[in-house]
């Protein structure tokens, strides 16, 4: 079985969030200066690169990464291209895929073919019909290369909302250019941290072989 890096690289030039911290870093010490080890600091957004959102980002009362259930970032997803460009993601964007296979959902758009630099501006993104559709067949988590569940200027995010009140996790800004539609093993674990609002994710999807590809 094959292991296939759906991560967004994180570096200096990553690209981020309007106005959010962009990833920096500092040697503390270093072998070229004499040092017996390289050490270094680092600066950065929870949500910089492929990242699990918690739901303290959107909500006062919601939990931090630490205590994110590991479940739904671990098993059997489907990966569907969706063709939209703009505007709001309904279920019919996502014909003809079957639902039935899975309980994790993965939406590639065109987000995916830019570089880990670039921003994408405006975006496609998930609508409330989709979620409930999505919550509705036993989803529990929906990832995408999107840089956020919800359009580029919402302020009320009514898509993070109704996905953490349906029990759905989410991942957000993965790269999936270059990978075949179809059905994958997904390991995408958040970080056990606390009091932040989001943690970043080494995502990958494993093939699965053909006996169990159903």
């Known amino acids: 079985m094959g292991i296939i890096d759906i991560s967004r690289k994180i570096s ?3 690209a981020v969030w309007p106005g959010d911290t962009p990833f920096s870093f ?19 957004s929870p949500h ?17 990464p630490a205590a994110l259930p590991l479940e739904p970032y671990i098993g059997r997803a489907h990966l ?12 019919s ?22 570089g880990d ?8 993104y998930p609508t ?18 999107l840089p956020s569940m919800d359009a580029h200027d919402s302020r009320d995010l009514p898509c993070h909302h109704l996905l953490a009140a349906r029990g759905v996790a989410t ?19 958040p970080l056990k941290l606390e009091h932040v609002c989001s943690s970043p994710v080494r995502a990958a999807l494993r093939t699965l072989s053909s006996g169990n590809d159903q």
Do not use: K
């Open 80 to 91: 569907v291209s969706v063709r939209r460009e703009r505007g709001g993601i309904v279920p």
């Open 12 to 14: 200096t030039g990553s």
């Open 26 to 44: 500092q040697h503390a010490l270093r072998i070229a200066d004499g040092a017996g080890y390289n050490l270094t600091h680092m600066s950065m």
């Open 48 to 64: 910089t690169g492929s990242h699990a959102d918690a739901s303290w980002h959107f909500d006062e009362t919601g939990r931090h």
């Open 171 to 189: 991942l957000e800004n993965l790269s999936l250019a270059g990978v075949p539609d179809g059905v994958y093993e997904l390991i995408a674990l």
């Open 128 to 145: 409330p019909e989709l979620v409930n559709f999505l919550a509705d067949r036993g989803v529990v988590l929906l990832g995408a290369d």
């Open 117 to 124: 630099e670039s921003w994408p501006g405006e975006f496609p």
């Open 93 to 114: 964007d996502l014909e003809p895929c079957d639902l039935a296979v899975t309980e994790r959902l993965l939406l590639h758009t065109w987000v995916s073919d830019i």
